[in-house]
Each structure stands twice: as structure tokens, then as C-alpha cells.
């Protein structure tokens, strides 16, 4: 296994750092201009600003759940990815594409669980929807945890891709 050298894990903690402060601005602007449940038209048709409050997972999942088993599991759940992301970035196990991905998911991870730390819930604001089909609700901290999952299911991709292909031996 190559170590990603010192500087480059600098640039990793320090994107990690970057979406959580922008992501945690973010909720807070909307928190100071919105009142909950408000929805505001961006761009009619396609995307809103609205301020949803959600106790669940990812996309509204578990959200209408009550049961303080759910907020305890998602926030032990959060801890472990949290662990894992920190450590491959600090042992510097995975550098480029993987590095930059981990960095999103650490940092979009770290911002959800301190909302949900906070308040019990995380604060969700953009809407895009078409027609009547709408997206459920998500932020910043979302967006970089799904685009670092996709870079590395890009490099995942890749790899068996570049992947040597066994060639058949003639007998």
C-alpha cells in the first residue's frame, strides 16, 4: 500500500474542514432567514429553498420515527463511518480520487452528526423537484457525502477496469 504524503492528507482534512464550515453556514443562514417549512421558488419548475427539519436518515428515511433507538443508531452509525474515513485519511491508505472522496464523506458526515448532536435533527434546505416529483430534501453536507461516494465507486470502477485480464492458455 502507497502512504499519501503529508501534504496531501493536509489537503485532505483541509477540504474535509471546508465543506463542513460551508455546509454548517449554509444551515445557519437558512435557519436565521427561514422559518421551518417555509419554501421559497428558486427556479420555477426545478428548484425551491425550503427549511426542513429531518430526525431520520438520508432522504427523509426514518423520519417520522419517535423512538430514541433510532436517533441513538444513527448517531453510533455516523461514529463508526466517522472512524473508519478518519482513519484511511490518517494512515494515508488511499490518495487522489479516493483521498478527495473520503474527504467529502468525512466532512459531509462530521456536519450532519453535529446538527444532529445538536438539535436532535439535521437541518435540510434544497428542493429540486420536476413537475410533481420532488427530491426529497437534503444540504450541503449531503451533496459532498454523495459525490465522495461517487468518486470512489469511480475509482472502484477503474480499478477493475484497469484490472489485467487472465488471457487464455492454449493447450
Known amino acids: 500500500m502507497q502512504s499519501a504524503p503529508g501534504s496531501a492528507r493536509k489537503l485532505y482534512f483541509l477540504a474535509a474542514g471546508g465543506v463542513l464550515l460551508l455546509d454548517q453556514i449554509s444551515k445557519w443562514v437558512v435557519q436565521q432567514a427561514m422559518a421551518p417549512g417555509e419554501l421559497r421558488g428558486v427556479l420555477p419548475g426545478f428548484f425551491n429553498l425550503t427549511y426542513v427539519r429531518n430526525r431520520g436518515a438520508a432522504f427523509g428515511l426514518f423520519s417520522e420515527s419517535d423512538s430514541a433507538l433510532v436517533q441513538v443508531l444513527l448517531v453510533a452509525f455516523s461514529l463508526a463511518a466517522l472512524g473508519l474515513v478518519l482513519v484511511l485519511l490518517w494512515r494515508g491508505t488511499a490518495s487522489g480520487a479516493a483521498g478527495w472522496g473520503l474527504a467529502l464523506i468525512f466532512g459531509g458526515a462530521l456536519g450532519n452528526l453535529l446538527d444532529r ?10 428542493d429540486f423537484y420536476v413537475g410533481s416529483y420532488h427530491w426529497p430534501a ?6 459532498s457525502i454523495v ?9 472502484v470502477l477503474r480499478g477493475h477496469r484497469a484490472a489485467p485480464r487472465a488471457e487464455a492458455h492454449e493447450a
Not at 117 to 126: A, H, K, N, P, Q
Not at 147 to 155: Q, Y
Open 117 to 126: 448532536l445538536r438539535s436532535g435533527s439535521v437541518v435540510d434546505f434544497l
Open 138 to 143: 437534503f444540504n450541503l453536507a449531503d451533496s
Open 147 to 155: 459525490i465522495g461516494a461517487g468518486l470512489l465507486l469511480l475509482v
